[in-house]
Every structure is written in C-alpha cells, then in structure tokens.
C-alpha cells in the first residue's frame, strides 16, 4: 500500500502529499500547519482567523486558549463563525495527531517492523479439519473424513521464522491437533464459515474425501 505520510520539505511535496501532511505534531507536542507560504502553531492560525472573520481575540494562554475553544464548539458553525473556527482548530490538531500515529506505523512498515495479522487472541476461526483433532474420545478411523469447526484463535506466539497460532474447537475446548501459521489461512483455517465450506467441497471434489489435517502447511520449516 502506498503510504501517506512523508518527511520530505513542503517544497518538495506534491499537493496530494500536502494534504496528507499540512497538519503534523511538533517535538514539544503542539499541533502546526503548513502549506507552501506558511508554517505556524494551529493555535496561532485560529487566533488569526478569529482577529480577521470576528475582530475579536482568542487568548493568549494556551490554557484560556483551549477553554474557550471547547465553549466555543457548542456554538452553531452554521450561524456564528466563532464555532466554526472552533471546529476548524479541532480539526487541524486531531490530523496532526492522526498523521503522528500513521506515520509511525508506515515507518515500522517499511523497516519490517509491523506484523499484519489475519486475527487476534479470542477471534472465532472455522478450521477444516477431522474429528479426531477435535474430540477426545473418538475412535481413530483412518477414512474419517475432514470436517468444518468452529474454533477460536487461544493465543499467537512470535519467534524469529515467525508466528504461531494455538486453536482450539469451541464445541469441546480441544486442542485442535496441530500449530498453525499465518500461511495456513485460507487453506485449512478461515476466517468466515462460509470460506470453510467452500474450501471442504472443493477438497471433497478434488479427492473424494477430504484430508487429514497432521501438519500446517509451514511445518517442515520450523525450527524453534
């Protein structure tokens, strides 16, 4: 995905890249904005638009400043200008804000740092597999075909070739008999039921029968 966020100089940003990034938070923690004439606090720039639209004053202390700014956005924007700055100057700092926070995931992105993952801790999976992963006291029966179960992801632990996922079968709160990766979603673990199913009767299509879920589809490369 094409990121958003840029450190290049306002010169050097096209008006696209501008606008993702006119609002951005200082060292000291203040919101500013910029645009290829000016750069100021946010403060300042709705100081400066109430002075010109009201000819009134906005306070000088930063303190008074947002107290009267947070009065001020129960006014009407549509019939008094001064709610309208008010919404205006709440605006800019919650981009400045936001484009911190998306930066610096795009950041850790690109230096490899930030995992996407397909679920978290608790989500409910489907997984096809067979009874005998599922159930405790079923009799092995080596044509036992594969099944649809509904499941939840238990816990997801990280090492250095990767993630690893420990599934559990809601119905009996057993251990689903194998260590999936991320690699196994969409193949025997799936995230709607309806995915399950379709995959369970292309895999009864293909074989007659579907297979024995002994191994996720990355375990000959673990090396923990």
């Not at 938070?25 to 400066?48: I, L, P, T």
């Not at 950041?107 to 608790?122: I, N, S, T």
Request: glycine share 4%; proline share 2%.
């Amino acid at each position: 995905m094409e990121r958003l966020t840029t450190n290049k100089s306002v010169s050097d940003m096209s008006m696209v890249e501008l606008a993702h990034n006119s609002c951005y938070v200082d060292s000291e923690g203040n919101a500013r904005y910029r645009d290829y004439e000016m750069e100021m606090d946010a403060r300042d720039f709705a100081r400066n638009l109430m002075v010109t639209l009201t000819k009134d004053e906005l306070p000088v202390d930063d303190t008074e400043f947002d107290e009267e700014i947070l009065d001020n956005l129960t006014i009407d924007p549509f019939s008094d200008v001064r709610g309208l700055i008010a919404v205006f100057y709440r605006n800019m700092w919650a981009m400045a804000d936001l484009r911190e926070k998306l930066k610096r995931d795009e950041d850790a992105e690109e230096q490899g740092l930030l995992l996407r993952l397909p679920c978290k801790v608790g989500d409910t999976v489907w997984v096809v597999t067979s009874p005998f992963n599922v159930f405790d006291d079923i009799e092995y029966d080596e044509n036992m075909k594969d099944e649809v179960y509904e499941a939840f992801i238990s816990s997801v632990t990280f090492y250095e070739c990767g993630e690893q996922y420990r599934i559990y079968a809601k119905a009996t709160n057993h251990f689903i008999g194998a260590y999936f990766r991320k690699c196994d979603f969409g193949k025997t673990v799936f995230l709607t039921k309806e995915e399950a199913e379709a995959k369970l009767k292309e895999m009864e299509g293909a074989n007659g029968s579907g297979w024995l879920l002994g191994r996720t589809c990355c375990e000959s490369r673990w090396n923990i």
